[in-house]
């Protein structure tokens, strides 16, 4: 590992501070995605910030039912969190299938959301990876891109975002509250998560000194109806193949609203917001979900190898959506 | 820097690279905890940190400075085996006993995260009354055993479950 300097500030400003003044530095949160590409020579920072002094540790549910997640809520108190769990299960359930009980004490709601992609040529600096080095290529299109992405990849780039999490929050509306140089501000996740194009190495629209403080989820009246699924390789203890988290609204007999997220298909949790347009006013019926679905789909461009991910990727919204709204598949 | 493990303090001068898990066995010779894949897939290194666990290979010590740390080597008590210890050896929850560590410092945790109502992927709307054979699965799917002695260490937690 590449010797840094280690500073641990005493407030959010100072932890700014530190963070825009040095390029090379990076926030330590729970460290298990840091800590681990570090010592991989992924992550090499000339200044680790610790930021878990900071407090920002509280869940505040507000009247509405929204919530607001300090950025080093552990994912365990997260997920296990009464309100979370009736208002918004989907978020619950995409965090308890996320890594194992140790890593999920230790891993914040921030770091979380700002974990790097599992492409294997990312994390072996001795092969070229356009995300890691600009320019020195791809070797994943030709190469291992069975968990890539299908859905707003690039030529440069076709890594898939890891987190469960974010899949859920995507689905949510989720921003995230931002502390930078310049002042506050809130992006929301689709603002936050940056699609790869020709700079798969920009991967957010942070800058150096940007400090997520909070993660702030609006009311979701019928979040109680709403759930996540993932599928993977193993029963417990993996990254997702692909997963769904859904909510969804029916009043006298149709679809009123409905949300609908993707993961471990693209860059970024993959909001279905063609799927959500193609099902407002219809019968919630397996027919409906699945065109709808097929409808996102469409503009998907699979490799040889994750091309099962598209019909995967159907199936699993078809019976999450079948489940919540008691359809026969 | 300080590091208070086992209740007792003690002092180190560290690198600052160093991971919790080499300050452990590298630093204050408490080798029972076990460095498996130093990468946060096997639960090998599993200590509970502030009554927490967690992977110890993936904290930097320099991180715990004011944090109670809780190894293997702290679990008996003067009267003998911790309950967890004592189901290990009579279920026969190892074989070459690599994971061991691991598996008990993580169980010990697992439970306590139960008692206090914490849901698993598999826990429905209600939790049992009772650890069964899935939550315990699932519970404790962040630690591998490469002999395979699972049998053995679900029998191990099945019946530590029920005596508590
Ligand atoms: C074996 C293994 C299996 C896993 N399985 C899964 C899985 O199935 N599903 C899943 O979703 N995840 C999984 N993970 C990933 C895990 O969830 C992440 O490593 C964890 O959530 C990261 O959180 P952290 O607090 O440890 O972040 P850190 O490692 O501390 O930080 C991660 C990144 O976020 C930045 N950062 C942290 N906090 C802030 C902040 N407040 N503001 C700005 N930047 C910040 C850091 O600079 C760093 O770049 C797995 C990890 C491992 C090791
Ligand atoms: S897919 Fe992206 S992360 Fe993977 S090798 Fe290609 S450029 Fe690197
Ligand atoms: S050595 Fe820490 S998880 Fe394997
Ligand atoms: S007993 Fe050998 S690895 Fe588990």
């Not at chain 1, 920002?56 to 009247?63: G, H, R």
């Not at chain 1, 769990?85 to 914040?108: F, K, Y």
């Amino acid at each position: 590992m590449k010797p840094f300097r280690y500073a641990r500030p005493g407030g959010v400003a100072e932890a700014v501070r530190s963070g825009a003044e040095q390029p090379g530095s990076r926030f330590l949160a729970g460290g298990t995605n840091l800590v681990d590409l570090m010592k991989l020579g992924v992550e090499r920072p000339d200044l680790v910030v610790d930021v878990g002094g900071l407090g920002l540790d509280e869940i505040v549910v507000d009247s509405g039912g929204g919530l607001r997640i300090g950025a080093n809520v552990r994912n365990s108190d997260l997920a296990v969190h009464p309100a979370v769990r009736r208002e918004l299960p989907m978020l619950s359930q995409a965090l308890l299938s996320g890594a194992s009980g140790q890593l999920r004490n230790q891993a914040t709601a921030a770091g979380n959301l700002l974990q790097r992609t599992r492409c294997v040529y990312f994390q072996d600096v001795s092969k070229p990876c356009n995300k890691r080095e600009p320019g020195s290529g791809c070797p994943a299109r030709q190469g291992d891109h069975r968990n890539l992405a299908v859905l707003g990849g690039s030529a440069a780039c076709i890594a898939t975002h890891p987190s469960d999490f974010a899949v859920a929050l995507a689905a949510a509306d989720a921003e995230v509250a931002v502390t930078g140089p310049a002042g506050e501000r809130t992006l929301r996740l689709d603002e936050l998560y940056l699609l790869p194009g020709e700079h798969p190495e920009r991967e957010t629209s942070l800058a150096p000194g940007d400090l997520i403080t909070a993660i702030v989820v609006p009311p979701l009246p019928f979040g109680t109806t709403s759930a996540y699924r993932k599928v993977r390789d193993r029963a417990s203890y993996a990254f997702a193949v692909a997963s769904v988290a859904a909510a969804i609204d029916v009043t006298d007999g149709v679809v009123r609203d409905v949300r609908i997220a993707l993961g471990a298909v693209a860059p970024k949790p993959w909001r279905a917001h063609r799927a959500e347009d193609a099902l407002r006013g219809l019968e919630p019926t397996a027919s409906a979900f699945r065109a709808a679905v097929e409808a996102e789909l469409s503009v998907a461009e699979p490799l040889p190898d994750n091309a099962f991910k598209l019909p995967l990727t159907a199936n699993v919204v078809v019976s999450v959506l079948s489940d919540l709204t008691g359809a026969s598949r | 820097m300080q590091l208070s493990v086992n209740g007792q303090s003690r002092d180190l001068e560290l690198d600052n690279r160093t991971t919790l898990l080499d300050a452990l066995r590298e630093h204050l010779g408490l080798i029972g905890s076990k460095k498996g894949c130093d990468h946060g897939q096997c639960g090998a290194c599993t200590v509970l940190l502030d009554g927490r666990r967690t992977n110890a290979c993936l904290v930097l010590a320099v991180t715990c400075a004011g944090r109670e740390v809780a190894t293997i080597e702290g679990l008996a008590g003067p009267d003998g085996l911790h309950p967890v210890q004592q189901a290990f050896v009579e279920h026969d929850g190892f074989q070459c006993g690599y994971c061991t560590p691991g598996q008990i410092m993580s169980a010990v945790g697992m439970l306590e995260e139960f008692e206090r109502g914490w849901p698993s992927a598999v826990t429905g709307e209600v939790q049992p009354a009772g650890l069964t054979a899935p939550e315990i699965r699932e519970r404790m799917s962040g630690n591998l055993c490469r002999c395979g002695a699972y049998v053995g260490i679900l029998a191990a937690l099945t019946d530590v479950a029920s005596r508590s």
